[in-house]
């Protein structure tokens, strides 16, 4: 085989190669852009199911239930109150949990500060001690139980936490255990016995 025939036979190949190398490459662009197709359209449909399915598990609306109840309870003999619950209602509808928890402690706080100058142990809201201070005393005094401090200490936290940063974001769980445990507390305090 001389020269010519060689580089000829080698040109053919290179062309072949080239051919195929960029076959294989529109190939593949072709099967990645369906890839892509499909993990958009999967993810756009996970997206989906979960905003459709978002609250279907009923806590949401258990807790906007309980906190009408509450409110129901108050409304006609602590103004406030019922407005404040009713903030805190408005909040958990806007997705604004964590500004709602906040209130939420708010409220207990206040119910605290109501209960200690009845006591005789400050003259006005403004000389009551701080909400752990208070806390603690209701404890002594048998307001709450333990049970019912070591949850107001955690709402107590997830308040600071939305008061205190910027951007706060309390997961789901925590807030579902914050909402029920301020209820629960405010239901304590205020001696309404609760239907089953």
């Known amino acids: ?59 949401g609306e258990k807790i906007k239930e309980q906190l009408k109840s509450l409110h129901d309870e108050y409304e006609g003999v602590d103004k406030a109150i019922s407005k404040k619950l009713q903030t805190v209602i408005e909040l958990i509808s806007e997705n604004k949990q964590e500004i709602a928890i906040e209130k939420l402690t708010l409220i207990i706080e206040n119910i605290l500060k109501d209960k200690y100058i009845a006591e005789g142990q400050a003259k006005d809201k403004k000389s009551c001690p701080s909400l752990f201070k208070l806390l603690e005393k209701a404890r002594d005094l048998k307001w709450i139980t333990n049970h019912h ?3 107001s200490l955690f709402l107590k936290e997830k308040r600071n936490q939305e008061a205190h940063e910027l951007t706060c974001v309390i997961n789901e769980n925590e807030k579902i255990i914050a909402f029920f445990s301020g209820i629960e507390i405010i239901y304590q305090l205020k001696g309404i016995k609760r239907a089953a």
């Open 1 to 59: 085989m001389n020269k010519d025939t060689f580089i000829a036979v080698l040109s053919v190949i290179a062309i072949f190669a080239f051919g195929w190398a960029l076959s294989e490459n529109k190939d593949k662009k072709r099967i990645q852009g369906i890839l892509k197709k499909k993990n958009d359209n999967y993810l756009k449909l996970l997206s989906q199911y979960i905003e459709d399915t978002k609250g279907q598990d009923g806590t």
């Open 149 to 151: 401090f070591n949850f």
